[in-house]
T-cell receptor, first 114, second 114 residues
Framework: AQSVSQHNHHVILSEAASLELGCNYSYGGTVNLFWYVQYPGQHLQLLLK??????LVKGIKGFEAEFIKSKFSFNLRKPSVQWSDTAEYFCAVIGSSNTGKLIFGQGTTLQVKP | DVKVTQSSRYLVKRTGEKVFLECVQD?????MFWYRQDPGLGLRLIYF???????EKGDIPEGYSVSREKKERFSLILESASTNQTSMYLCASSLRLGGNSPLHFGNGTRLTVT
């Protein structure tokens, strides 16, 4: 069965620190991968996505993620975080041939201290 | 811009009540979804619908049903609310099923069952 695991449940960083949030998935075929973000009091929104091609994908607000197929990983990175990046981050996966079931990880709460 | 509107931001209901959560999207999307979001568990799919009057079970459908009489509206029904259904409920829509079509989320309904 598909599953997604986010290793860090709560991360606290100071502004300008670098960020890496881990995401590993379990699925036997080709996948599409996503990172969603939920800012306080707001709805979930798409941060970035990977379908195919260059495994390094860039998203909004300076975020990027790298798909490493051999490690079943899709880690999210940002070189220098800002206070406004405080949010909850969700990794999600769906099989490319699957219809409907986007599977989410447990979420990581990021707190950036000014 | 896609707008997914959930009718209530907060709801408080008593055990055994029948509860309706309403969701409307304005972008003529074929697909609509209901998730519940719980701390440490991420988002879990309850039901989704890929067409009017069509529905499929997600990962945790027990205790819930859905209704999609019109394309823009997708209702989640708790036939007899229980305290373990206290949660944040998120509605989402997408243009197509599968990984190529990201989800657009509503702001959520925080349901408390006492």
């Amino acid at each position: 069965a598909q599953s997604v695991s986010q290793h860090n449940h709560h991360v606290i960083l100071s502004e300008a620190a670098s960020l890496e949030l881990g995401c590993n998935y379990s699925y036997g075929g080709t996948v599409n991968l996503f990172w969603y973000v939920q800012y306080p009091g707001q709805h979930l929104q798409l941060l970035l996505k990977y379908f195919s091609g260059d495994p390094l994908v860039k998203g909004i607000k300076g975020f990027e993620a790298e798909f490493i197929k051999s490690k079943f990983s899709f880690n999210l990175r940002k070189p220098s975080v800002q206070w406004s990046d405080t949010a909850e981050y969700f990794c999600a996966v769906i099989g490319s041939s699957n219809t409907g079931k986007l599977i989410f990880g447990q979420g990581t709460t990021l707190q950036v201290k000014p | 811009d896609v707008k997914v509107t959930q009718s209530s931001r907060y709801l408080v209901k008593r055990t055994g009540e029948k509860v309706f959560l309403e969701c409307v999207q304005d972008m003529d999307h074929e697909n609509m979804f209901w998730y519940r979001q719980d701390p440490g568990l991420g988002l879990r799919l309850i039901y989704f619908s890929y067409d009017v009057k069509m529905k499929e079970k997600g990962d945790i459908p027990e205790g819930y049903s859905v209704s999609r009489e019109k394309k823009e509206r997708f209702s989640l029904i708790l036939e007899s609310a229980s305290t373990n259904q206290t949660s944040m409920y998120l509605c989402a829509s997408s243009l197509r099923l599968g990984g190529n079509s990201p989800l657009h989320f509503g702001n959520g309904t925080r349901l408390t069952v006492t």
